[in-house]
């Protein structure tokens, strides 16, 4: 039209007369009319076509949705590991793949539906298989819970409620606990909480379950909970969704929650996303290319190489295969035999990429390569393997296929794994073939229980170790040459060097390595020779009944025959020990789906994210305590000593003490102004108080505050300041009215400081040495401090301790098993006596006192443990082994 345009105008300017008579300029004309016509009817059929293309293309609006929600949560698990790495290319070409998969259909709802289902499963199999067994069912999870938000299933409050807590909820409201002695404040607040949160479904139920309190304790009492309707249908009457059953379960029954996210992924997404499927070599060969490498990442007791070299052997690529252990100076070989590979066609194998640091940026460029040219052999593979590292290059880990490589779990699989290896020969390889076949099957099962042992935290074991098989090759040598010596076996000896050298090598916690020799001693024993001895209460482990003739087959055999989930009571435990460790499950779950969060409300009540901090932080300084000062003081707490001309021992460590709590102090009213001010835009908001904002967002207590001036505690934030302010009181009351009758010993920044002044006061008193003091333990019959109407004779009177692991009975004064369900419990009121010389008597069983439930500590500069306070001698009707393979311990504080 343009050209016919600007030919028409150009005949007009040339043409001379009348134009009518120019029968070019007519006949342009007329062309030009046509043309006009027959543009605009294809205008008008480009219009009609766009409309039906956003038709069409609105019509798989959900599709996309699907994928853009995936594919987000998938580039948020890079927080969760640095190796969990997926670029949007790779995740475009696995997206673009489900859609060719995906089953055909003529009907627009069903192909939605199919394309939907192919990209979920299909991307979840390709990046599951890259995740630790740990981080699936998170992985799944999110994506569950994603795709409810989105959907408006789940709201903003509710979802922050899961994750945070109940933050800054107004408690005035909230109906009485119908029953305080099963309801704890915890509890009963964090059920008020989803009343709020949750208001459209669950608008009156503190009132429901204050009516029906015997049918909810029932409820919570149960196995499964998350598998019965609530109490008189309360779930189907009011439409709850299933997520508001887990808010249910984290209120009333927290250790549950972990099987009922299982249950809610499975609602929501199906059963392949919480029973993930195995992959095989021949699926990461499908999956990768010549220019894609594929990424073993690694966990401790975990080597994939075995596995390659058989697949390697099926595809006849084994004889050719180019293997290197990276490491210093390895570099140039690798760089050589990856060009060969290239250029022949051949696999190479590169292990350990972790070690080789430096070398990564060669690594990364190596890929790249790969990638951009055209001279590498189709049959080329690079194959490599590395624990998680940052370093590790992200290209690499982005457009490469990862499979993860782990150790198996539990003890039946852990047992059967070390008879792997072995031959019937060196199963009888022994001149006292009888009890060398038993303690090789006790030591096998040893080096499986102190592994599984990690799975319940601090009452495994204070610190993680990672035993591998050397320590259990090394045992085992030890033992076979023990045992070729003339005369009897040498019990003691074996336990020595195996308890002390090859296992105790690793062990840098004293407490752990008691722990590790009283494990130790159940299997390294004469007793093990005896056929009707077991290794678990129950009798359900024990050595093979054929021990004396069994192949090493026959072993493996009888080892299959075990539960495929280990009960408490074969570690020496507490049934309650599963409790721990579920509800440590549950909340790790919890902890990582936060922690890769956006910054958002915590309230979930329509509050910005800067109104709900600004609100938390006025408050807090509301609430702040005012500076500890002596000016006023009481005379007996800093009482000089007429014979010395000294302060008192307890008035030094007083002293001390409150100058702490005054640093904390204005540590914290600083940084809650600054942050103020912050928000407001008057000051620049560092990267420090960032921190500090997105902490107080997600109820967790600010690094600031704890770093330098801080106390160790693992509570949430409000608990934390409430915590903080009863301590800084108590210290008041004793600075103002004198010493107190009992000591609130979890007030003390440093517990083992004050006990230390406790015993420099007798010896100064009494002019005996200090070192030759400790104490001696009298319990009291009550653990209510306000009883004591006097401080004692001798020493003080110390209160405030809890028990981990056990309980204590009351009526004949000893340490006893917990009930079921019941974690921890007050420990009674202890009088701390001075006494010269003390030995330790066998009977009593010292019990540890640890300032956390953590326990794991470091040693300080006073060459104390940051946590670890003293051992309490207590009364036991068992022997003290018996304690200390429960886990048992005292705390001066609990987790909330």
């Not at 001379?16 to 300029?25: A, Q, T």
């Not at 594929?294 to 080597?303: K, M, N, P, R």
């Amino acid at each position: 039209l343009a050209a016919l345009e600007d030919k028409i105008l150009k005949l007009l300017s040339e043409s001379s007369g009348n134009i009518l008579d120019d029968k070019v300029l007519i006949n342009t004309l007329a062309e030009s009319k046509e043309t006009s016509k027959a543009v605009n009817v294809r205008v008008r059929e480009a219009e009609e076509a766009a409309t039906q293309i956003e038709s069409a293309c609105t019509e798989y609006t959900l599709v996309a949705t699907c994928g853009s929600i995936l594919y987000f949560v998938i580039a948020d698990m890079a927080n969760v590991n640095p190796m969990y790495q997926f670029s949007l290319t790779y995740f475009v070409r696995l997206f673009n793949g489900c859609i060719d998969l995906a089953e055909k259909s003529d009907e627009i709802d069903v192909r939605m539906q199919n394309l939907s289902q192919s990209i979920l499963s299909n991307i979840f199999v390709n990046v599951c298989r890259g995740l630790f067994e740990q981080d699936k069912l998170t992985f799944s999870f999110i994506i569950a819970t994603a795709y409810q938000r989105q959907a408006g299933e789940v709201n903003a409050g509710e979802w922050s409620l899961l994750l945070r807590g109940i933050g800054l909820l107004d408690l005035s409201s909230k109906p009485q606990n119908p029953d305080p002695e099963f309801f704890s404040d915890k509890m009963w607040d964090f059920t008020y909480a989803v009343q709020q949160s949750a208001h459209e479904h669950c608008s009156k139920l503190c009132e429901h379950v204050a009516n029906y309190t015997e049918d909810w304790k029932d409820w919570i009492a149960c196995d499964e909970p998350h598998k019965k309707p609530l109490p008189l249908n309360y779930d189907e009457d009011n439409e709850l969704h299933f997520f508001h059953v887990l808010l249910l379960l984290k209120a009333m029954c927290p250790e549950k929650l972990i099987l009922a996210i299982g249950a809610h992924v499975y609602r929501s997404l199906g059963e392949q996303f919480i029973i993930f499927p195995s992959t095989t070599m021949s699926d990461l060969w499908n999956s990768s290319s010549k220019s894609t490498p594929i990424v073993f990442v690694l966990s401790t007791g975990a080597d994939p190489t075995s596995m390659l070299l058989r697949y390697a052997n099926d595809m006849n690529m084994a004889d050719s295969m180019g293997k290197i252990s990276l490491g210093q100076g390895q570099g140039p070989k690798a760089e050589k035999m990856v060009a060969e590979g290239c250029k022949n066609g051949t696999w190479v194998l590169l292990q350990n990429c972790h070690l080789y640091r430096t070398w990564m940026p060669t690594l990364e460029k190596m890929c790249d390569g790969l990638e951009e040219s055209n001279a590498v052999h189709k049959d080329f593979r690079l194959w490599l393997t590395s624990m998680p590292a940052v370093y590790f290059p992200v290209p690499v880990l982005q457009n490469g296929v990862k499979l993860t490589i782990e150790p198996p779990k539990g003890l039946r699989a852990n047992v059967i794994r070390s008879f792997i290896p072995m031959t019937d020969h060196e199963l009888c390889d022994s001149s006292k073939e009888k009890e060398w076949r038993k303690i090789q099957f006790g030591l096998k099962f040893f080096h499986a229980i102190i592994q599984e042992r990690r799975k319940f935290g601090p009452l495994g074991w204070n610190i993680r170790y990672e035993f591998n098989d050397s320590d259990l090759e090394a045992s085992t040598t030890i033992t076979r040459n023990m045992l070729e010596l003339d005369g009897k076996i040498p019990w003691d000896t074996l336990l020595f060097v195996i308890g002390h050298i090859n296992y105790g090598g690793r062990v840098t916690d004293d407490k752990d390595r008691i722990c590790l020799l009283a494990v130790l001693e159940q299997y390294v024993t004469p007793k093990i020779l005896d056929p009707s001895y077991a290794f678990s209460s129950s009798g359900t482990y024990r050595c093979p009944p054929n021990c004396d003739v069994a192949t090493v087959e026959g072993f493996r055999e009888f080892v299959a025959t075990f539960p495929l989930s280990e009960l408490p009571e074969v570690f020496g435990m507490h049934e309650n020990a599963n409790i721990t460790f579920t509800t440590q499950e549950s909340e790790k779950v919890l902890g990582v789906v936060l922690s890769i969060q956006p910054r958002e409300s915590g309230s979930g009540s329509g509050k910005s994210p800067e109104e709900t901090v600004i609100e938390l932080l006025i408050k807090q300084q509301e609430t702040l305590p005012g500076l500890l000062s002596n000016e006023n003081a009481h005379p007996d707490s800093f009482k000089i000593i007429e014979e010395t001309n000294l302060m008192s021992s307890l008035g030094t460590c007083l002293t001390q003490e409150y100058g702490r709590f005054n640093e904390l102090l204005k540590r914290l009213l600083k940084t809650i102004k600054d942050l103020q001010k912050a928000i407001k835009g008057t000051i620049v908001m560092t990267g420090e108080l960032d921190d500090m904002y997105n902490s107080e967002l997600n109820n967790q207590v600010p690094e600031m505050w704890t770093k330098g001036v801080g106390y160790p505690s693992l509570k949430p934030l409000a608990s934390w300041f409430d915590d903080m302010v009863l301590r800084i009181e108590f210290f008041r009351d004793w600075i103002d009215k004198g010493m107190p009758i009992s000591y609130w010993i979890s007030a003390f920044y440093f517990p083992q400081g004050f006990n230390t002044s406790v015993l420099q006061g007798h010896s100064r008193a009494n002019m005996i040495a200090v070192d030759a003091l400790s104490f001696e333990f009298n319990i009291e019959d009550t653990d209510d401090p306000q009883e004591m109407e006097e401080p004692p004779e001798q020493g003080i009177y110390v209160h405030g301790l809890f028990m981990d692991g056990a309980a204590w009975d009351f009526q004949d004064m000893v340490i006893t098993d917990q009930e079921v369900g019941i974690m921890y419990v007050k420990f009674p009121v202890i009088n701390f006596v001075p006494w010269q010389n003390k030995k330790h008597n066998p009977d009593k069983w010292p019990a540890p006192l640890y300032k956390t439930s953590v326990r794991a500590g470091t040693l300080s500069t006073t060459g104390h443990s940051t946590n670890y306070v003293l051992s309490l001698e207590v009364d036991t009707r068992q022997t003290p082994t018996y304690w200390i393979l429960k886990g048992a311990a005292l705390l001066t504080m609990l987790n909330d």
